[in-house]
């Protein structure tokens, strides 16, 4: 049988064939013929710089030829509605097609000229690739899997804007660029000046300016939504260079003005071959090394892929130098674990709830991480005498909810009571010298918001504009507390004691009395980012702090109960 040679394609038509093929991948749009006889034109103009447009027996031409063998394509365009062109396949592209032999025969002499090279101190980069070629090629002819297996990502976004971000860099043209950010909602526009296109660990970037502005902008590509050419002339910027603009650091994140820092590092015994092997930087260099361990340095600007670098690494490398990355990595690390620590388990829920039911009292640490603790503590008052006990917090702070409600206060509310709403929030800051000593007692008022008699509630108090009444004591059996401490509490800085069990009916003075004369109580110790759940009958009391600094702590009571008759709850939150 006849081999079939594969029919010679012009630059022009395999432009045109590659339009098409983009064209008819995007499912998100209609394509008529006119369509893309525009698509093309520009294409054309874009690439060669040929202005005429397309006709369209050529683009009909063109779809037919994708259609046939003679290229190897077999495209599978099918008409919808007799208008609308698209490919059947949703998956398929002229660019999947495997190479033909005359397109290996010609690989396999490229790579045969590249191979002259090799040894050459100004083409070593290009050793990797000659290997990977000829490696591909083989497996090529051979039908045999491939025995190199380089790093990439299949599922990385943006590079079909590789090719048009790069004729824009060498034609120096400007383009429209539609970018969303990680962050942003919707994309912004951007008049953009290409400079250079950059990878870094399997991710692209285009780097260059926007508008009339000097300074340098980068943009990755997985966040390119659209590409047009401008009619804006383009700017050159004389002040970037491309050899040097990354010199001074490490990953993409390079700024011109910020002077590189002198970065010292211990290193592990174990991992110091891997970092002298593969340095950090170019400008790395070994200032000792000892049984235990490895120090090195390296001069480079404070970005996140300098972090990035020595964290992957984790206890296997500590920062020496300067200070300030030492705190940075230092922080990145106690909020890892924090992730870990704050992990709440359905066992430790269902710990905490029993406890609760039975003792009247539970401690659930690590609810909130350092990170979710700075954040509360931005948005809190600082102190003063309004701080000593801040009521209805979250009708002063309402964005406080959504840091306060984070998964897992929400997870024990509910396992709690799945109906439960906030009845009460207050914020307690209060100096060493307002610390006082509180007796013993139970939490029995509940705040309300009109003062009418009413059957079942005994008694009415009126205090700083807050309406309380003592309610029947169902009330009571189904509402709890939980207090956050934003501070480490012990027994030195007015933790709170409690007697377990005293949760279940209410004393008389005398009673109360005699209970705490005659019983051991127990001092809640809680970590910061801690809360404790309370019954608000459970006899409680705290002692004047002796070494107190801080001691801030969110009260919120919830219940599930709805108030009969002419009274509501003076504070009544949802947080789901």
Avoid at 311 to 336: C, H, M, T, Y
Wanted: proline share 5%; charged share 25%.
């Amino acid at each position: 049988m006849q081999k079939k040679i594969p029919v010679p394609v012009n630059r022009n038509a395999l432009i045109r064939y590659k339009t098409i093929d983009k064209c008819l991948q995007n499912r998100y749009r209609r394509w008529t013929l006119d369509d893309l006889m525009d698509a093309c034109g520009e294409a054309l103009y874009e690439y060669e710089g040929i202005d005429t447009g397309v006709s369209r027996r050529t683009i009909q031409g063109d779809i037919q030829m994708m259609r046939s063998d003679k290229l190897g394509y077999n495209a599978p365009i099918i008409v919808k509605e007799k208008k609308y062109y698209l490919y059947e396949d949703p998956d398929y592209s002229i660019t999947n097609i495997p190479l033909t032999e005359q397109d290996l025969g010609k690989l396999s002499e490229v790579v045969e000229f590249m191979k002259q090279f090799q040894g050459f101190s100004h083409f070593r980069e290009l050793d990797g690739m000659v290997q990977k070629l000829e490696d591909h090629i083989y497996a090529q002819k051979t039908k045999t899997p491939s025995v190199i297996d380089i790093e990439k990502n299949e599922n990385l976004k943006g590079l079909e804007h590789l090719s048009t971000l790069y004729q824009a860099i060498i034609k120096q043209y400007s383009l429209n660029i539609a970018y969303q950010s990680f962050k942003a909602r919707s994309p912004k526009v951007y008049l953009f000046h290409p400079y250079l296109l950059k990878e870094y660990r399997n991710r692209w970037f285009i780097i260059g300016s926007v508008d009339q502005r000097s300074d340098i902008l980068f943009l990755a590509l997985d966040r390119i939504v659209s590409i047009t050419r401008s009619h804006i002339p383009y700017r050159e910027n004389p002040d970037f260079d491309a050899t040097t603009f990354f010199k001074n650091a490490i990953g993409v994140s390079a700024s011109p003005g910020v002077k590189p820092i002198e970065v010292r590092l211990w290193v592990s015994q174990l991992h110091a071959p891997y970092v002298l092997t593969k340095p950090f930087h170019h400008s790395q260099k070994l200032l000792e090394r000892t049984p235990y361990g490895t120090v090195i340095s390296f001069e480079v600007q404070h970005n996140f892929e300098l972090e990035k670098e020595i964290l992957a690494f984790g206890d296997g490398v500590k920062v020496i130098s300067p200070p300030n990355l030492k705190r940075r990595i230092l922080q990145r690390l106690e909020n890892s674990i924090d992730i870990y620590k704050t992990e709440l388990s359905e066992k430790g829920i269902f710990a905490a709830k029993q406890q609760l039911q039975h003792r009247g009292y539970a401690i659930v640490n690590h609810i909130y991480s350092g990170r979710d603790l700075r954040k509360i503590s931005t948005i809190l008052p600082p102190p003063s005498a309004a701080t000593y006990g801040l009521r209805q917090l979250f009708q002063s702070y309402p964005e406080l909810l959504k840091l306060v409600f984070n998964e897992n206060l929400k997870k024990l509310v509910n396992a709690i009571d799945p109906k439960a709403f906030v009845v009460k929030s207050i914020y307690f800051d209060k100096p060493a010298e307002a610390n006082c000593f509180v007796p013993w007692h139970q939490d029995i008022p509940i705040n309300v918001k009109e003062k009418l008699a009413q059957e079942g509630f005994e008694k009415w108090t009126f205090k700083n504009g807050i309406n309380s009444v003592w309610p029947p004591i169902e009330v009571n059996h189904q509402t709890f507390t939980v207090r956050i401490h934003l501070d480490k509490t012990n027994e030195l800085n007015g933790a709170l004691k409690v007697l377990p069990g005293s949760h279940k009916k209410r004393f008389t003075h005398d009673e109360q009395k005699l209970i705490t004369d005659n019983s051991e109580a127990v001092t809640c110790e809680v970590e910061a980012g801690g809360v404790m759940l309370m019954r608000p009958l459970l006899l409680h009391s705290s002692d004047k702090s002796r070494t107190q600094k801080k001691r801030r702590v969110i009260h919120i009571e919830f219940t599930s109960v709805e108030l009969d008759g002419s009274l509501e709850w003076l504070e009544r939150v949802g947080f789901q």
